[in-house]
């Protein structure tokens, strides 16, 4: 049976169709899926958590405690907010393209783009798919610092989201360079998140998708979900009709010579019904978050399909 539920969100409302369940049959399902994320990072260092977009609980997670407190920069799993910074302040818009420009150094900083030589300019929708350090560099110089904290701050971060006892709280610097400002919209300077606080920045995203069309956001959730069909995310697609959408990042670490890992997305990509967040201990790179974020998705989409009255994206009918 399908209940529906009204909400209230950015000025308008918005029907969520949930699927009542039995306990028995509700408890099976989390089962399931908590099997998914267990047999996903198995023998892996960090932490996954999946989330009802609805209602705000964790269906399933490895290792709550790690996405509650460890505190870890973000990487270029941020840049959908500093374009969402970057739109909301109608400082580009859908047109505004660039080159990619190599090689990259910022602040002592080398950061050569790693995706294809598309061989000509960048919108700001395949730039995010592509995760272009170029673009985002560049077009950071067009807001304030003050501009660039007071939107990830609007955006929730930094902030307790109440998923877990005991959670740590991020920060938000106030860049004081230009340097400074472009390393922070590519999450890699004065922004220190939690798993859960990033979990909790990409369910905005999923329930801002659940809405009815902005179009001055269409750059924002077309390089999402480009992201996972061609870009830099394409391992976090599952196969079949179950479309994703979401972003990779690679962050350095404050305690040594590696990096760590991240993917952040929601599914299904039009219709959101879970947020999904990968955090990877010493990963070897974005896409190896991605790996293991596949996997979680094509479990759910298993499920989502299995319920009565669900089309194959997952959507209901």
Request: charged share 15%.
């Amino acid at each position: 049976m399908l209940s529906s539920t009204l909400v209230s969100g950015m000025g308008r409302h918005v029907f969520l169709f949930l699927v009542a369940a039995a306990p028995a049959t509700a408890q099976l399902a989390n089962s399931s899926l908590q099997t998914a994320v267990d047999r996903a990072m198995a023998d892996r260092s960090g932490t996954a958590v999946v989330l009802n977009v609805g209602n705000r609980r964790v269906l399933a997670a490895y290792r709550l405690d790690v996405a509650a407190k460890r505190l870890v920069y973000p990487g270029s799993s941020l840049k959908p907010f500093t374009l969402l910074a970057l739109l909301q302040a109608r400082k580009l818009d859908a047109q505004t393209a660039l080159f990619c420009k190599r090689p990259l150094t910022v602040g002592g900083h080398r950061l050569d783009c790693t995706h294809p030589d598309t061989h000509h300019p960048l919108d700001p929708a395949s730039a995010l798919a592509y995760s272009c350090n170029s673009y985002f560099i560049s077009m950071a110089t067009r807001l304030t610092p003050a501009q660039l904290r007071d939107s990830l701050t609007a955006d929730g971060f930094p902030t307790v989201t109440g998923l877990a006892h005991n959670e740590a709280v991020g920060a938000i610097s106030l860049a004081t360079t230009p340097a400074q400002l472009q390393l922070q919209a590519i999450g890699e300077w004065g922004v220190l998140l939690t798993p859960l606080e990033l979990l909790q920045g990409y369910l905005k995203l999923a329930r801002l998708a659940s809405q009815p069309p902005n179009p001055g956001l269409i750059p924002l959730f077309d390089g999402l979900e480009g992201s996972t069909s061609f870009g830099m995310g394409r391992l976090a697609q599952p196969e079949g009709a179950f479309k994703v959408a979401g972003k990779t990042g690679t962050a350095p670490s404050q305690e040594g010579p590696w990096t760590h890992a991240w993917f952040a997305g929601f599914a299904p990509a039009q219709h959101p019904e879970i947020v999904l967040v990968v955090f990877l201990e010493k990963g070897r790179g974005g896409v190896e978050a991605a790996e293991v974020a596949r996997q979680i998705f094509a479990a759910y989409a298993a499920l989502a399909t299995s319920r009565p009255g669900t089309s194959a994206a997952g959507a209901q009918k």
